[in-house]
């Protein structure tokens, strides 16, 4: 199993803040790695695979960078929504596995 | 437009059994690998399972394996899973979610249903 720890558990910032959420695999992943956004109530939303591609439609203050065990999702000039739940997933190996999430809060 | 639409959570005791659906929409249902996702009220996410495009292949996670049972119909554009011997525990709202690539699996998710909660309590 690939264990993962995403720091930090929660984050603070204000809106046009540029924020780091980082995520550190126990072992190395290449860059089998996706990025989730989930606001209350809702499904999880796909920003981010293969590290650093951006999914279709997320915008491009989303990025992210890293590879083999260390990661980071970074987003430049925080909007109102999207302040939310942030989630990475490594895909490497069975069984997929979900970082703690990052709760970023105004 | 892609839609996934779980159905099927209620409250169970413990010990008991049921059955979730997921009635897809919106793409071509059998070239995708199918995941459920769950998610305990509060908490993180959870991979449960997946099956590949045409039933042959399946993986569960070790916390639900030999308990749950993934299945689809692709006739139906319809995902399955079966639960049995429901803990505490599995008590979580349940996703079921679609791969980003069809064909061959990517193994990360780019559309999720609304989720459906399933409540496992006496």
């Known amino acids: 199993v690939i264990w993962m720890t995403q720091s930090p558990s929660l984050l603070s910032a204000s809106t046009g803040d540029r924020v780091t959420i980082s995520c550190r695999m126990s072992?190395?992943?290449?860059?089998?790695l996706a990025w989730y956004q989930q606001k209350p109530g809702k499904a999880p939303e796909l920003l981010i695979y293969?590290?650093?591609t951006l999914q279709n439609g997320v915008p491009s203050r989303f990025s992210g960078s890293g590879s083999g065990t260390d990661f980071t999702l970074t987003i430049s000039g925080l909007q109102s929504e999207d302040f939310a739940v942030y989630y990475c997933?490594?895909?490497?190996?069975?069984?997929?596995?979900f970082g703690q999430g990052t709760r970023l809060e105004i | 437009e892609v839609q996934l639409v779980e159905s099927g959570g209620v409250v169970v005791h413990p010990g008991g059994s049921l059955r979730l659906s997921c009635a897809a929409s919106?793409?071509?249902?059998?070239?995708?690998?199918m995941y459920w996702v769950r998610q305990a009220p509060g908490k993180g996410l959870e991979w449960v399972s997946l099956i590949s495009w045409d039933g042959g292949t399946t993986y569960y996670a070790d916390s639900v394996k030999g308990q749950f049972t993934i299945s689809r119909d692709n006739s139906q554009n319809s995902l399955y899973l079966q639960m049995n011997s429901l803990r505490t525990e599995d008590t979580a709202f349940y996703y079921c979610a679609k791969d980003k690539i069809g064909g061959r699996a990517a193994y990360y998710f780019d559309y999720w249903g609304q989720g459906t909660l399933v409540t496992v309590s006496s």
């Open positions: 919106g793409f071509t249902f059998d070239d995708y690998t």
């Open positions: 293969g590290a650093s």
């Open positions: 072992q190395a992943i290449s860059s089998y």
């Open positions: 997933q490594q895909y490497y190996s069975f069984p997929i596995t």
